[in-house]
């Protein structure tokens, strides 16, 4: 019988629904091994293989935040499916590495939609049932058709009273949260709620929409409100 070695492989990419993408990495990673060596990378010894990806700004990169709380940051965009498979990997991280933290949902409404809109705010409203933490809701949709059918959800009208409550509310407990900030878009800038409550300044940078087009329209936007 052929002796079969096996690997170890670790990665900070988080959900089942990126194993493709060290699949990928993988191959890459044995193609050039026998491109420059004449064999396969996998059998000259390395037991543990790591592979860390740099994230794009604002894809469920993770930060630290006051009062020794954890921010998750997916504020770049919302759709229906992306906003399901970032709570479930939410979820995941915060049952795996932060049990002993509870949660924050921060969540915006998504946008396109069309005739669609009423549906899957609805539905976003039976997939986070399982939350029995906070949750916390901005813009015009998520009132109109997810807060009354979760009255336990709070509901901002824009994300600068969201971080002004969040800023307040996370200086004034003794608990730690895990946050989830998913989905963003024009005129509703959640990474923004985000940005108030970092604890390094140094982290802004890695945030989405901080160049200096969208630093004016938001101060604009903001100023308006």
């Not at 026998?34 to 037991?47: N, Q, S, V």
């Not at 998520?142 to 901002?156: H, I, W």
């Amino acid at each position: 019988m052929e002796n079969k070695k096996t690997n170890q492989v670790t990665s900070n990419l988080v959900g089942e629904e990126n194993i493709w993408y060290i699949w990928i990495w993988l191959f890459i990673l044995d193609s050039l091994f026998k491109t420059y060596y004449k064999k396969t990378y996998f059998t000259k010894g390395a037991d543990k293989i790591t592979l860390n990806f740099t994230l794009q700004y604002s894809r469920f990169s993770m930060f630290e935040v006051i009062w020794d709380s954890i921010a998750i940051d997916s504020s770049y965009n919302a759709a229906p499916e992306s906003m399901k498979k970032v709570i479930d990997n939410f979820l995941l991280t915060s049952n795996n590495v932060f049990p002993d933290y509870e949660v924050i949902l921060c969540l915006w409404e998504m946008r396109e939609l069309g005739d669609y809109t009423k549906d899957e705010h609805e539905k976003l409203v039976e997939y986070t049932r399982k939350i029995t933490d906070k949750i916390f809701i901005v813009w015009n949709s998520m009132k109109e058709y997810f807060l009354p059918k979760n009255g336990n959800a709070k509901y901002f009208k824009n994300s600068k009273l969201l971080w002004t409550y969040l800023k307040d509310f996370l200086q004034n407990t003794d608990k730690k949260y895990l946050i989830l900030f998913k989905g963003s878009q024009n005129t509703i800038f959640m990474e923004e709620a985000l940005k108030q409550i970092l604890k390094h300044k140094s982290d802004e940078t890695n945030i989405c929409r901080q160049e200096k087009f969208w630093l004016e329209k938001k101060n604009t936007f903001f100023n308006e409100k």
